[in-house]
């Protein structure tokens, strides 16, 4: 019974051959999923016999933790899904596995599996930007990390250290290198002068290196340059300041002399500056100066009469920055 059913369908799909398995659509071929800088993309061939119109459905799912697919980019025709870009949560230690599947009007072809990955473990790093910053002798690196589509590199890979590699232009088999760095600015003091040095760099972390940067080259300077052009300007100021004082003290008195000379004004005239101010005005100032008089009684005086004349004193004491004007 069985048996003739299944002899009947082998017979009609010989017999109708190519038109009813073309009802079929064939699947996409090829299907990975791979990571740069923890994005996570699903990438296809057409298929074998590519059909009209193709367009195609992904599904992922975080291959420990979750038993269903869930749903990537629906109805595409390109050939890859950047699942990352979808806003579905992605985890930095997540092993992720997908899946596409083409379509063709309301026909659609069986789901292809792709690879599974572990982000952490499989992405693949970018290599670090790198530029460099001639100073005299040395040379200083500055470090830039790739930037990563889900978390940071440092979040993901708490040991990332710097190995630096240099050598001078042309001789490469003598490079030197400098492992274990944790800062991104490294000054490489250990050069020649008037040299030109060529600086790669490598991101190590505790699950793989990162992709090395391409070289980068610059030349050293005078190695004495800019610290001794600084060193003796500072001299310069210094030496000239002292010597101004030195001058300033040994001629003080000769100075002192071409501004104060000492013919100066005829005899008459100091007599007058000198001769004891006689203007009413200035009379009247000088006698109403009441200051003399306490000072007299305080410091005269003790004991019982301290405190009857007490009180002017205070009054002085308080108004004494008005004193020229109540006066
Ligand atoms: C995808 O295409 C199918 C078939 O054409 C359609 O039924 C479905 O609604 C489409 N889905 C989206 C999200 O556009
Ligand atoms: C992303 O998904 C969250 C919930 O999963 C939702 O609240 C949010 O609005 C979504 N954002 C966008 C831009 O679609
Ligand atoms: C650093 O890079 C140099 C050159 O590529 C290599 O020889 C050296 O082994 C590396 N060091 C570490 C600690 O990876």
Known sequence: MSAAVCAFILTFSTTLGPTVVSGVLSAPTNVRLSS?????????????????????TTEFKSSVYEAAYRVGCVNISNLECDLSCLNISVFHYGTYKGRVQAQSGTESSAWMESNQITLDKD??????????????????????????????????????????TYWKHGQREKARSKSNIQ???????????????????????????????????????????????AAVATFG??????????????????????LCPEDALPQHFKEYLLAPPNSPMYL????????????????????????????????????????????
């Open 284 to 327: 009247a100032m000088r006698n109403s100066h009441p200051p003399d008089e306490i000072y007299n009684q305080v410091s005269v005086i003790a004991d019982s009469r301290t405190l009857e004349e007490g009180q002017p004193l205070e009054a002085a004491g308080r108004n004494c920055s008005k004193q020229p004007d109540t006066t």
């Open 183 to 229: 800062q991104n600015r490294v000054v490489l003091s250990d050069l020649d002068p008037w040299t030109k040095y060529c600086v790669r760099v490598q991101i190590i972390t505790e699950r793989k290196p990162s992709k090395p940067s391409a070289a980068v080259c610059e030349s050293t300077t005078n190695e004495e340059a800019a610290p001794w052009v």
């Open 36 to 56: 740069n800088d923890m994005n996570l993309v699903l990438r296809w061939d057409s298929p074998e016999r590519p059909a009209s119109s193709l367009v195609y």
């Open 237 to 258: 100021i210094v030496a000239t300041l002292v010597a101004l004082v030195v001058v300033a003290v040994v001629y003080r008195k000769r100075f002192s002399h071409f």
């Open 123 to 164: 992405t693949i790093i970018s290599s670090p930007d790198v530029s460099l910053f001639s100073n005299g002798a040395a040379i200083e690196v500055s470090i830039k990390d790739p930037v990563f589509t889900i978390s940071a590199l440092r979040k993901v890979y708490h040991s990332a250290t710097y190995n630096i």
